[in-house]
């Protein structure tokens, strides 16, 4: 083998690896975003469920229904 073709395929190890980790470091990020993004999504439906007990109790307060 040259020399000329032992740098070019160190080169070309160099370049996937490099491009191997900007992908892994990306793939990373886009598991936080979407862990961050499903806590988001549950804490609005907890807020929800909150709320809508709470205008449950209160009807059920101001009818004397009863609110089961």
Not at 4 to 26: D, P, Q
Not at 39 to 62: K, L, N, T, W
């Given at each position: 083998?040259?020399?000329?073709?032992?740098?070019?395929?160190?080169n070309?190890?160099?370049?996937?690896?490099?491009?191997?980790?900007?992908?892994?470091?990306?793939?990373?990020?886009?598991?936080?975003?979407?862990?961050g993004?499903?806590?988001?999504?549950?804490?609005?439906?907890?807020?929800?469920s909150?709320?809508?007990?709470s205008a449950?109790?209160?009807?059920?307060?101001?009818?004397?229904?009863?609110?089961?």
């Amino acid at each position: 083998m040259t020399t000329k073709t032992t740098t070019s395929r160190i080169n070309a190890l160099r370049a996937m690896t490099l491009l191997a980790a900007l992908a892994g470091t990306a793939g990373l990020s886009a598991c936080n975003t979407m862990r961050g993004a499903g806590q988001d999504v549950s804490s609005v439906g907890h807020d929800m469920s909150r709320g809508a007990s709470s205008a449950q109790g209160s009807i059920a307060r101001g009818t004397g229904a009863s609110s089961n």
